[in-house]
Nanobody, 122 residues
Framework: QVQFVESGGGLVQAGGSLRLSCAAS????????????IGWYRQAPGKQRELVAAISSGGSTNYADSAKGRFTISRDNAKKTVYLQMNGLKPEDTAVYYC????????????WGQGTQVTVSS
């Protein structure tokens, strides 16, 4: 069962912005959403999936170096949703973006959803 549903991707020019949303859909993580660290991962063509940003149950945030200063992760526990505000987008940000609960070693704790495609044109 897919536990998270991503949305908000699209085609944007370099320097533009997008806001991604991640909604908990599966019963497991809907009931424990507020207790989990939730992260945004991305996978570019030919590259491994990487963790871009994460937010803990207490609201602490961590970012990959590539995202620092440009991306902001936030959460709304009442809506069981995590957001990723992406500003100053670059062509190298082009990837499929996924969200998931983050486990030890940054490993995902649930099955992957379909993700949302972000394409940044130069």
């Amino acid at each position: 069962q897919v536990q998270f549903v991503e949305s908000g991707g699209g085609l944007v020019q370099a320097g533009g912005s997008l806001r991604l949303s991640c909604a908990a859909s599966g019963s497991t993580f809907r009931s424990t959403f507020s207790l989990n660290t939730i992260g945004w991962y991305r996978q570019a063509p030919g590259k491994q999936r990487e963790l871009v940003a994460a937010i803990s149950s207490g609201g602490s945030t961590n970012y990959a170096d590539s995202a620092k200063g440009r991306f902001t992760i936030s959460r709304d526990n009442a809506k069981k949703t995590v957001y990723l505000q992406m500003n100053g987008l670059k062509p190298e940000d082009t990837a499929v973006y996924y969200c998931n609960a983050v486990g030890p070693m940054e490993r995902p704790r649930a099955y992957w959803g379909q993700g949302t495609q972000v394409t940044v044109s130069s």
